[in-house]
């Protein structure tokens, strides 16, 4: 049995896991990892706890060493850093009335160059900022810009729901997300209710979307006449989760039933609950 640790970057950023190794390690240790982007210092942020390696669909780094004073002490200065750069390139963007809006700026561990992060509705000219940038801190300036769902995973938040932005915690990539999944599970349509931090349709709208396509189509559609105890009727909504049905009855009055209880039980001969319309006559 290995050991898995929590790694955070940056104060409220997100946590990475990584594989601990041999190294005994606790809450508040800083430590050296090699990421995609080069060489980083995290911090131990959450306790290591025992994870089986025979688990292959976790493919985990390994923290590579315990971090020295000395890169530490460096660590501190390139976060100082970091905001002086962001402090003057928020100047220069207001001076010039550029149309973009910045986000966060990085520095990578080796020194190798400084990368701003923005948004912007459309493509933007920043040549001169960037000599401007690279005239004063005298390193390599890389500007990227990047989208509103990425903007809100950096800056992170709380949701509607009260605990901190999905985006933020676990997801790793955006899937798409489209109005008919909050249809599918008669969720209000207000914009206010399904729209998350960045303005965008919430990500928690894809989490049930899977079950709700499989459950619907395990019920009558709304709309179609079926038999019932109490005689015939019109299906006017359904509820999925408890999965089932309100039926207008032909005298009038509303009727909530179980889907196993229609007459007909097994589901295979559900489909003969319903009431086909007749082909219409050219």
Not at 131 to 147: S, Y
Not at 224 to 240: A, D, H
Not at 276 to 281: D, I
Request: with cysteine; proline share 3%.
């Amino acid at each position: 049995m290995s050991k898995v640790v929590g790694i955070q970057f940056r104060s409220n950023g997100k946590v990475y896991d990584f594989e601990s190794g041999h190294f005994v390690l606790k809450q508040g240790d800083k430590v050296m990892v090699v990421t995609e982007e080069g060489p980083a210092i995290g911090a131990v942020c959450a306790k290591p706890q025992c994870w089986a390696k025979c688990d292959t669909s976790r493919n985990l780094k390994k923290i590579f060493r315990l971090a020295t004073q000395e890169e530490i002490e460096r660590y501190e200065r390139d976060c100082s850093l970091e905001k002086e750069v962001y402090e003057y390139c928020y100047q220069k963007v207001k001076e010039r009335s550029m149309p973009m809006r910045l986000v966060s700026v990085e520095r990578r561990f080796d020194g190798s160059k400084i990368v701003v992060y923005f948004t912007a509705d459309g493509r933007v000219d920043f040549r001169q900022l960037v000599k401007d940038l690279v005239g004063k801190f005298r390193t390599r300036i890389e500007m990227r810009q990047i989208g509103v769902r990425h903007q809100a995973k950096m800056v992170g938040g709380l949701g509607s729901c009260g605990r901190p932005l999905c985006c933020t915690n676990f997801i790793n990539s955006f899937d798409p997300v489209t109005i008919k999944m909050a249809k599918k599970q008669n969720i209000s349509l207000n914009p206010n209710k399904i729209s998350g931090m960045c303005g965008r349709l919430m990500c928690c709208l894809t989490y049930e979307h899977e079950y709700y396509e499989k459950a619907t189509k395990r019920l009558p559609k709304v709309g179609k006449k079926i038999i019932t105890k109490e005689g015939e009727g019109k299906i006017i909504r359904q509820n999925v989760l408890k999965e089932t049905l309100t039926v207008a009855l032909d005298s009038g009055s509303e009727l909530e039933v179980q889907v196993r209880d229609l007459p007909g039980a097994s589901r295979s001969s559900r489909e003969g609950l319903f009431k086909k319309k007749s082909p219409k006559k050219e």
